[in-house]
């Protein structure tokens, strides 16, 4: 058994996942109000705490790498990063697509994930679908399971609970030397800047 510290910072939500041996300490808070830099270091000590676990003693450090909240996703990007550098140890990048679908059966499905102003990211799984952004009335002529984390408007969608599924994803993902953040569509300032 692995000893790891895990993070999500991607969406509203904060959840912070510390495994040392069979011990399991997942703190999760459902709405952070957005506030994950001033948050996350004091549930990251607490979580290692209860755990009884030094960062020095993790074999890796994970995060999800996005789609989702910009400024949410390099906040747990950097955290993640720093724990990394300091302990000399590997990292383990997760996307919001693969944290749903580590924790999916079917084998042909979609995850969506909620983009504000009836937009859509959406990944399909044995459907050949990459990482897109999708208005509502595209989602709504996919006919292969939809599963998300959050309240969606669509009739084929099975909503998951977010704070049960980083430990599977997690566990289930490859180690990297690096970690970068996937944006599936360019910012809300990149999109309103004038060249």
Request: charged share 25%; aromatic share 10%; glycine share 8%.
């Amino acid at each position: 058994m692995s000893n790891f510290l895990a993070v999500d910072t991607s969406s509203k939500y904060l959840t912070v996942l510390a495994v040392k041996g069979e011990k399991t300490v997942l703190r999760h808070t459902p709405d952070c109000a957005l506030k994950h830099s001033v948050v996350l270091m004091g549930e990251i000590d607490a979580a290692l705490k209860e755990a009884g676990l030094d960062p020095g003693e993790c074999d890796f450090f994970a995060a999800v790498t996005g789609p989702g909240s910009f400024t949410g996703i390099r906040i747990g990007i950097s955290t993640v990063k720093g724990f990394a550098v300091a302990t000399g140890k590997p990292l383990v990048p997760v996307t919001a697509f693969g944290l749903l679908a580590y924790n999916v059966k079917d084998d042909v499905f979609y995850t969506v994930i909620d983009a504000a102003h009836s937009h859509y990211y959406v990944c399909g799984f044995g459907a050949r679908l990459p990482p897109c952004y999708m208005e509502r009335a595209e989602v709504e002529k996919l006919t292969a399971p939809l599963y998300g984390f959050e309240d969606l408007p669509f009739e084929n969608y099975t909503k998951l609970n977010v704070r049960d599924c980083l430990y599977t994803a997690v566990t289930r993902s490859a180690p990297s030397d690096k970690m970068d953040a996937l944006y599936v569509r360019k910012s809300q300032a990149e999109e309103g800047r004038k060249c």
